[in-house]
Protein backbone atom coordinates (compact mmCIF):
# COMPACT_ATOMS: atom_id res chain seq x y z
CA UNK A 1 0.00 0.00 0.00
CA UNK A 2 2.66 2.29 0.83
CA UNK A 3 4.72 1.29 -1.88
CA UNK A 4 1.74 1.98 -4.15
CA UNK A 5 1.49 5.34 -2.75
CA UNK A 6 4.99 6.45 -2.93
CA UNK A 7 4.60 5.57 -6.70
CA UNK A 8 1.80 7.04 -7.46
CA UNK A 9 3.12 10.77 -5.55
CA UNK A 10 6.84 10.02 -7.59
CA UNK A 11 4.99 9.63 -11.06
CA UNK A 12 2.65 12.36 -10.38
CA UNK A 13 4.82 15.05 -8.58
CA UNK A 14 8.15 14.18 -9.07
CA UNK A 15 11.15 14.61 -7.06
CA UNK A 16 11.13 18.82 -7.82
CA UNK A 17 7.00 18.27 -6.67
CA UNK A 18 8.34 16.57 -3.08
CA UNK A 19 11.03 19.07 -2.62
CA UNK A 20 8.00 21.33 -2.90
CA UNK A 21 6.24 19.91 -0.01
CA UNK A 22 8.99 19.24 2.13
CA UNK A 23 10.28 22.87 2.10
CA UNK A 24 7.00 24.51 2.45
CA UNK A 25 6.18 22.25 5.40
CA UNK A 26 9.51 23.58 7.03
CA UNK A 27 8.77 26.86 6.57
CA UNK A 28 5.24 27.21 7.60
CA UNK A 29 6.08 25.21 10.61
CA UNK A 30 9.12 27.61 11.59
CA UNK A 31 7.19 30.66 10.72
CA UNK A 32 4.51 29.22 12.82
CA UNK A 33 6.66 28.66 15.88
CA UNK A 34 8.15 32.07 15.53
CA UNK A 35 5.04 34.42 14.18
CA UNK A 36 1.69 32.50 14.75
CA UNK A 37 -0.15 30.75 12.60
CA UNK A 38 -1.75 33.46 10.41
CA UNK A 39 1.87 34.70 9.51
CA UNK A 40 2.87 31.40 8.68
CA UNK A 41 0.46 30.92 5.84
CA UNK A 42 0.56 34.12 4.42
CA UNK A 43 4.72 34.15 4.64
CA UNK A 44 4.83 30.55 3.15
CA UNK A 45 2.10 31.71 0.64
CA UNK A 46 3.67 34.78 -0.52
CA UNK A 47 7.21 33.22 -0.88
CA UNK A 48 5.85 30.01 -2.66
CA UNK A 49 4.07 32.75 -5.38
CA UNK A 50 7.53 34.60 -5.59
CA UNK A 51 9.48 31.91 -6.09
CA UNK A 52 7.41 31.18 -9.36
CA UNK A 53 7.35 34.63 -10.25
CA UNK A 54 11.48 34.49 -10.09
CA UNK A 55 11.63 31.15 -12.09
CA UNK A 56 9.20 32.48 -14.80
CA UNK A 57 11.68 35.56 -15.76
CA UNK A 58 14.56 34.66 -14.90
CA UNK A 59 14.22 30.71 -15.84
CA UNK A 60 11.24 30.41 -17.93
CA UNK A 61 10.24 27.70 -16.25
CA UNK A 62 7.17 28.25 -13.52
CA UNK A 63 4.83 25.43 -13.19
CA UNK A 64 1.35 25.52 -11.27
CA UNK A 65 2.02 21.70 -9.70
CA UNK A 66 4.89 23.33 -7.99
CA UNK A 67 2.38 25.97 -6.51
CA UNK A 68 0.35 23.04 -6.18
CA UNK A 69 2.89 21.31 -4.13
CA UNK A 70 3.70 23.69 -1.88
CA UNK A 71 0.09 24.23 -1.19
CA UNK A 72 0.33 20.67 0.14
CA UNK A 73 3.11 21.40 1.85
CA UNK A 74 1.82 24.31 3.95
CA UNK A 75 -1.09 22.40 5.15
CA UNK A 76 1.13 19.59 6.35
CA UNK A 77 2.63 22.26 8.19
CA UNK A 78 -0.32 23.64 10.00
CA UNK A 79 -1.60 19.99 10.72
Same mark, same amino acid.
Given at each position: MIQKLSNWI??????????? %??? /?? @?? *??? $?????? %??? /?? @?? *??? $????????DHYNEGTSDKKDLFCDLIGIIIGIL
Open positions: NNKLGFDGMLH %IVM /AS @II *TIA $LNICFG %IIV /AV @IG *TSM $LSVLKEVY
